[in-house]
């Protein structure tokens, strides 16, 4: 077990509002971040809260190394980061997760085999690799279904909806490798997040009904509605052995689909997410306190609920316009996230309500 007092240095892969709010959560504590982002500093917005900052590309060894070398521990709050040069951290620093989370999760073809190993039901699939293909997939899954970029896609990004096989057949398909996904029937959506420390201890937060729109995360709901509250078990269940295969350490997220016939797998996020978000004033401990606690080998704290619930809604594009008539309720809890540049689709802050 690997432990860093106060005073130690985390090192974050990524510059956007998730390295933001852990490197808040690491300076609570008595640490210090130093992010490494492609970006210039001025366009990173966890810089603006961090100690330091190297930009370098996720694929430059030596930029990695020479990184690694001046932190404790290295975390990542951003999945698609090329797994293999991580290898060049491990002389110098810590790294948690493990890189095989990462290879496992940034690949939707190895995310969903791996599951299915483990006993998890994610929806039909098939991989798709030309257009032949994918005629045979939706032949053999059926329409409607969505056809997925394997790697890099998120918020919806990367993905078309296929309603008929004429859909397909006239479909320009990108050169990149794909997954044809048949369509799931569910009632609702839900995440588990966990975290477990280098001693393999886990702890859940509750279980949040997510409601999406255009592909991205609007809401939040903690606790989720009985109906799908009933499903969190058997999902707390292959969270955990997902983990435990991974030797994972930090938060790791699973979404589910809550069906008629139990939960069905989604997607994975080796990383803190969007749906915990409302941890930070409706929980003891907020995912983000809690990953920076098992990545440098600390207690964990309590995931428990300081209130009846919360409410976290995504504030996109311009819908942090509103920030004034946001603060003026006192029950709002405001995070905005530094950005200069508002656009569609852009995920620009978060707001929380906690339920008395």
């Known amino acids: 077990m690997k432990t860093f007092g106060p005073g130690a240095t985390i090192g974050i892969l990524g510059g956007g509002q998730l390295g933001r709010m852990m490197a808040l959560a690491a300076a609570q504590l008595g640490y210090c971040a130093h992010v490494y982002a492609p970006e210039p500093r001025a366009e990173s917005v966890a810089a603006q809260?961090?100690?330091?900052?190297?930009?370098?590309?996720?694929?430059d060894e030596a930029a990695l190394a020479a990184f690694a070398a001046q932190v404790a521990v290295v975390t990542y709050e951003f999945e698609n980061v090329a797994a293999a040069p991580l290898a060049a951290i491990l002389p110098h620093a810590a790294l948690f997760p493990p890189a095989r989370a990462l290879e496992v999760a940034q690949d939707r073809v190895n995310e969903k085999s791996f599951v299915e190993t483990l006993g998890g039901r994610p929806a039909p699939w098939m991989q798709v690799d030309g257009a032949e293909d994918l005629a045979r997939a939706v032949a053999t899954i059926g329409a409607p279904g969505i056809l997925k970029t394997r790697r890099d896609g998120y918020d919806g990004k990367g993905q078309w909806r296929i309603m008929t096989p004429a859909d397909a057949a006239g479909l320009d398909l990108p050169a990149v490798p794909l997954i044809y996904e048949g369509f799931v029937e569910f009632f609702g959506e839900f995440s588990v997040i966990l975290v477990r420390a280098q001693d393999g201890s886990v702890q859940f937060w509750d279980s949040a009904r997510n409601e999406h729109e255009d592909g991205i995360l609007a809401r939040s709901t903690v606790p989720a509605p009985a109906e799908i509250a009933a499903q969190v078990p058997a999902a707390r269940a292959l969270a955990k052995q997902v983990a435990a295969a991974l030797d994972y350490v930090g938060v790791?997220?699973?979404?589910?689909?809550a069906t008629?016939?139990?939960p069905v797998f989604n997607e994975m996020a080796p990383r803190v997410h969007n749906s915990g978000h409302w941890s930070i004033e409706g929980a003891i401990a907020s995912q983000f306190e809690n990953h920076v606690r098992a990545i440098l080998g600390l207690p964990l704290g309590s995931t428990e609920l300081v209130t009846q619930g919360a409410v976290m809604d995504n504030l996109i594009g311009e819908a942090a316009d509103a920030w004034p008539q946001l603060l003026a309720d006192p029950a709002n809890h405001l995070h905005l996230y530094g950005k200069a540049e508002t656009r569609p689709g852009r995920k620009m802050g978060h707001v929380t309500r906690l339920v008395q």
């Open 252 to 257: 790791l997220t699973l979404e589910f689909f």
């Open 260 to 262: 008629q016939d139990g």
């Open 49 to 59: 809260v961090s100690a330091a900052y190297t930009q370098g590309t996720y694929d």
